[in-house]
Nanobody, 122 residues
Framework: QVQLVESGGGLVQTGGSLRLSCAAS????????MGWIRQPPEKEREFVAA????????RYADSVKGRFTISRDNAKNTVYLEMNNLKPEDTAVYYC???????????????WGQGTQVTVSS
């Protein structure tokens, strides 16, 4: 099993920045890819970004390209999501997720964190 613990959510004004962190512990098998999925109020969950912890490959949703950056610190088993130029439509609960592949992480992640709220005021 893999445990994922998020931190860093909060309230920010439009155009502001936040950084989310996700610390992983436990077995690393089937969790080579880590990323973020968000659920806006009264909407479906959507993929945000993911990174392969070993290879460093990254994927982003079109809606966040150029504004969000995902990175990792393997020594700390931690993945980060730097969010810049935030917009009200970025308001959501952000879940750290993990799985064996990008396809898995973007659709049906194997592991989930508890979620952290990000609110962007207009």
């Amino acid at each position: 099993q893999v445990q994922l613990v998020e931190s860093g959510g909060g309230l920010v004004q439009t155009g502001g920045s936040l950084r989310l962190s996700c610390a992983a512990s436990g077995r690393t098998v089937s969790s080579e890819v880590m990323g973020w999925i968000r659920q806006p109020p009264e909407k479906e969950r959507e993929f945000v970004a993911a990174i392969h912890r070993l290879l460093g490959d990254r994927r982003y949703a079109d809606s966040v390209k150029g504004r969000f950056t995902i990175s990792r610190d393997n020594a700390k088993n931690t993945v980060y999501l730097e969010m810049n130029n935030l917009k009200p439509e970025d308001t959501a609960v952000y879940y750290c997720v993990a799985g064996a592949t990008f396809t898995r992480v973007s659709n049906t992640p194997t592991y989930w964190g508890q979620g952290t709220q990000v609110t962007v005021s207009s």
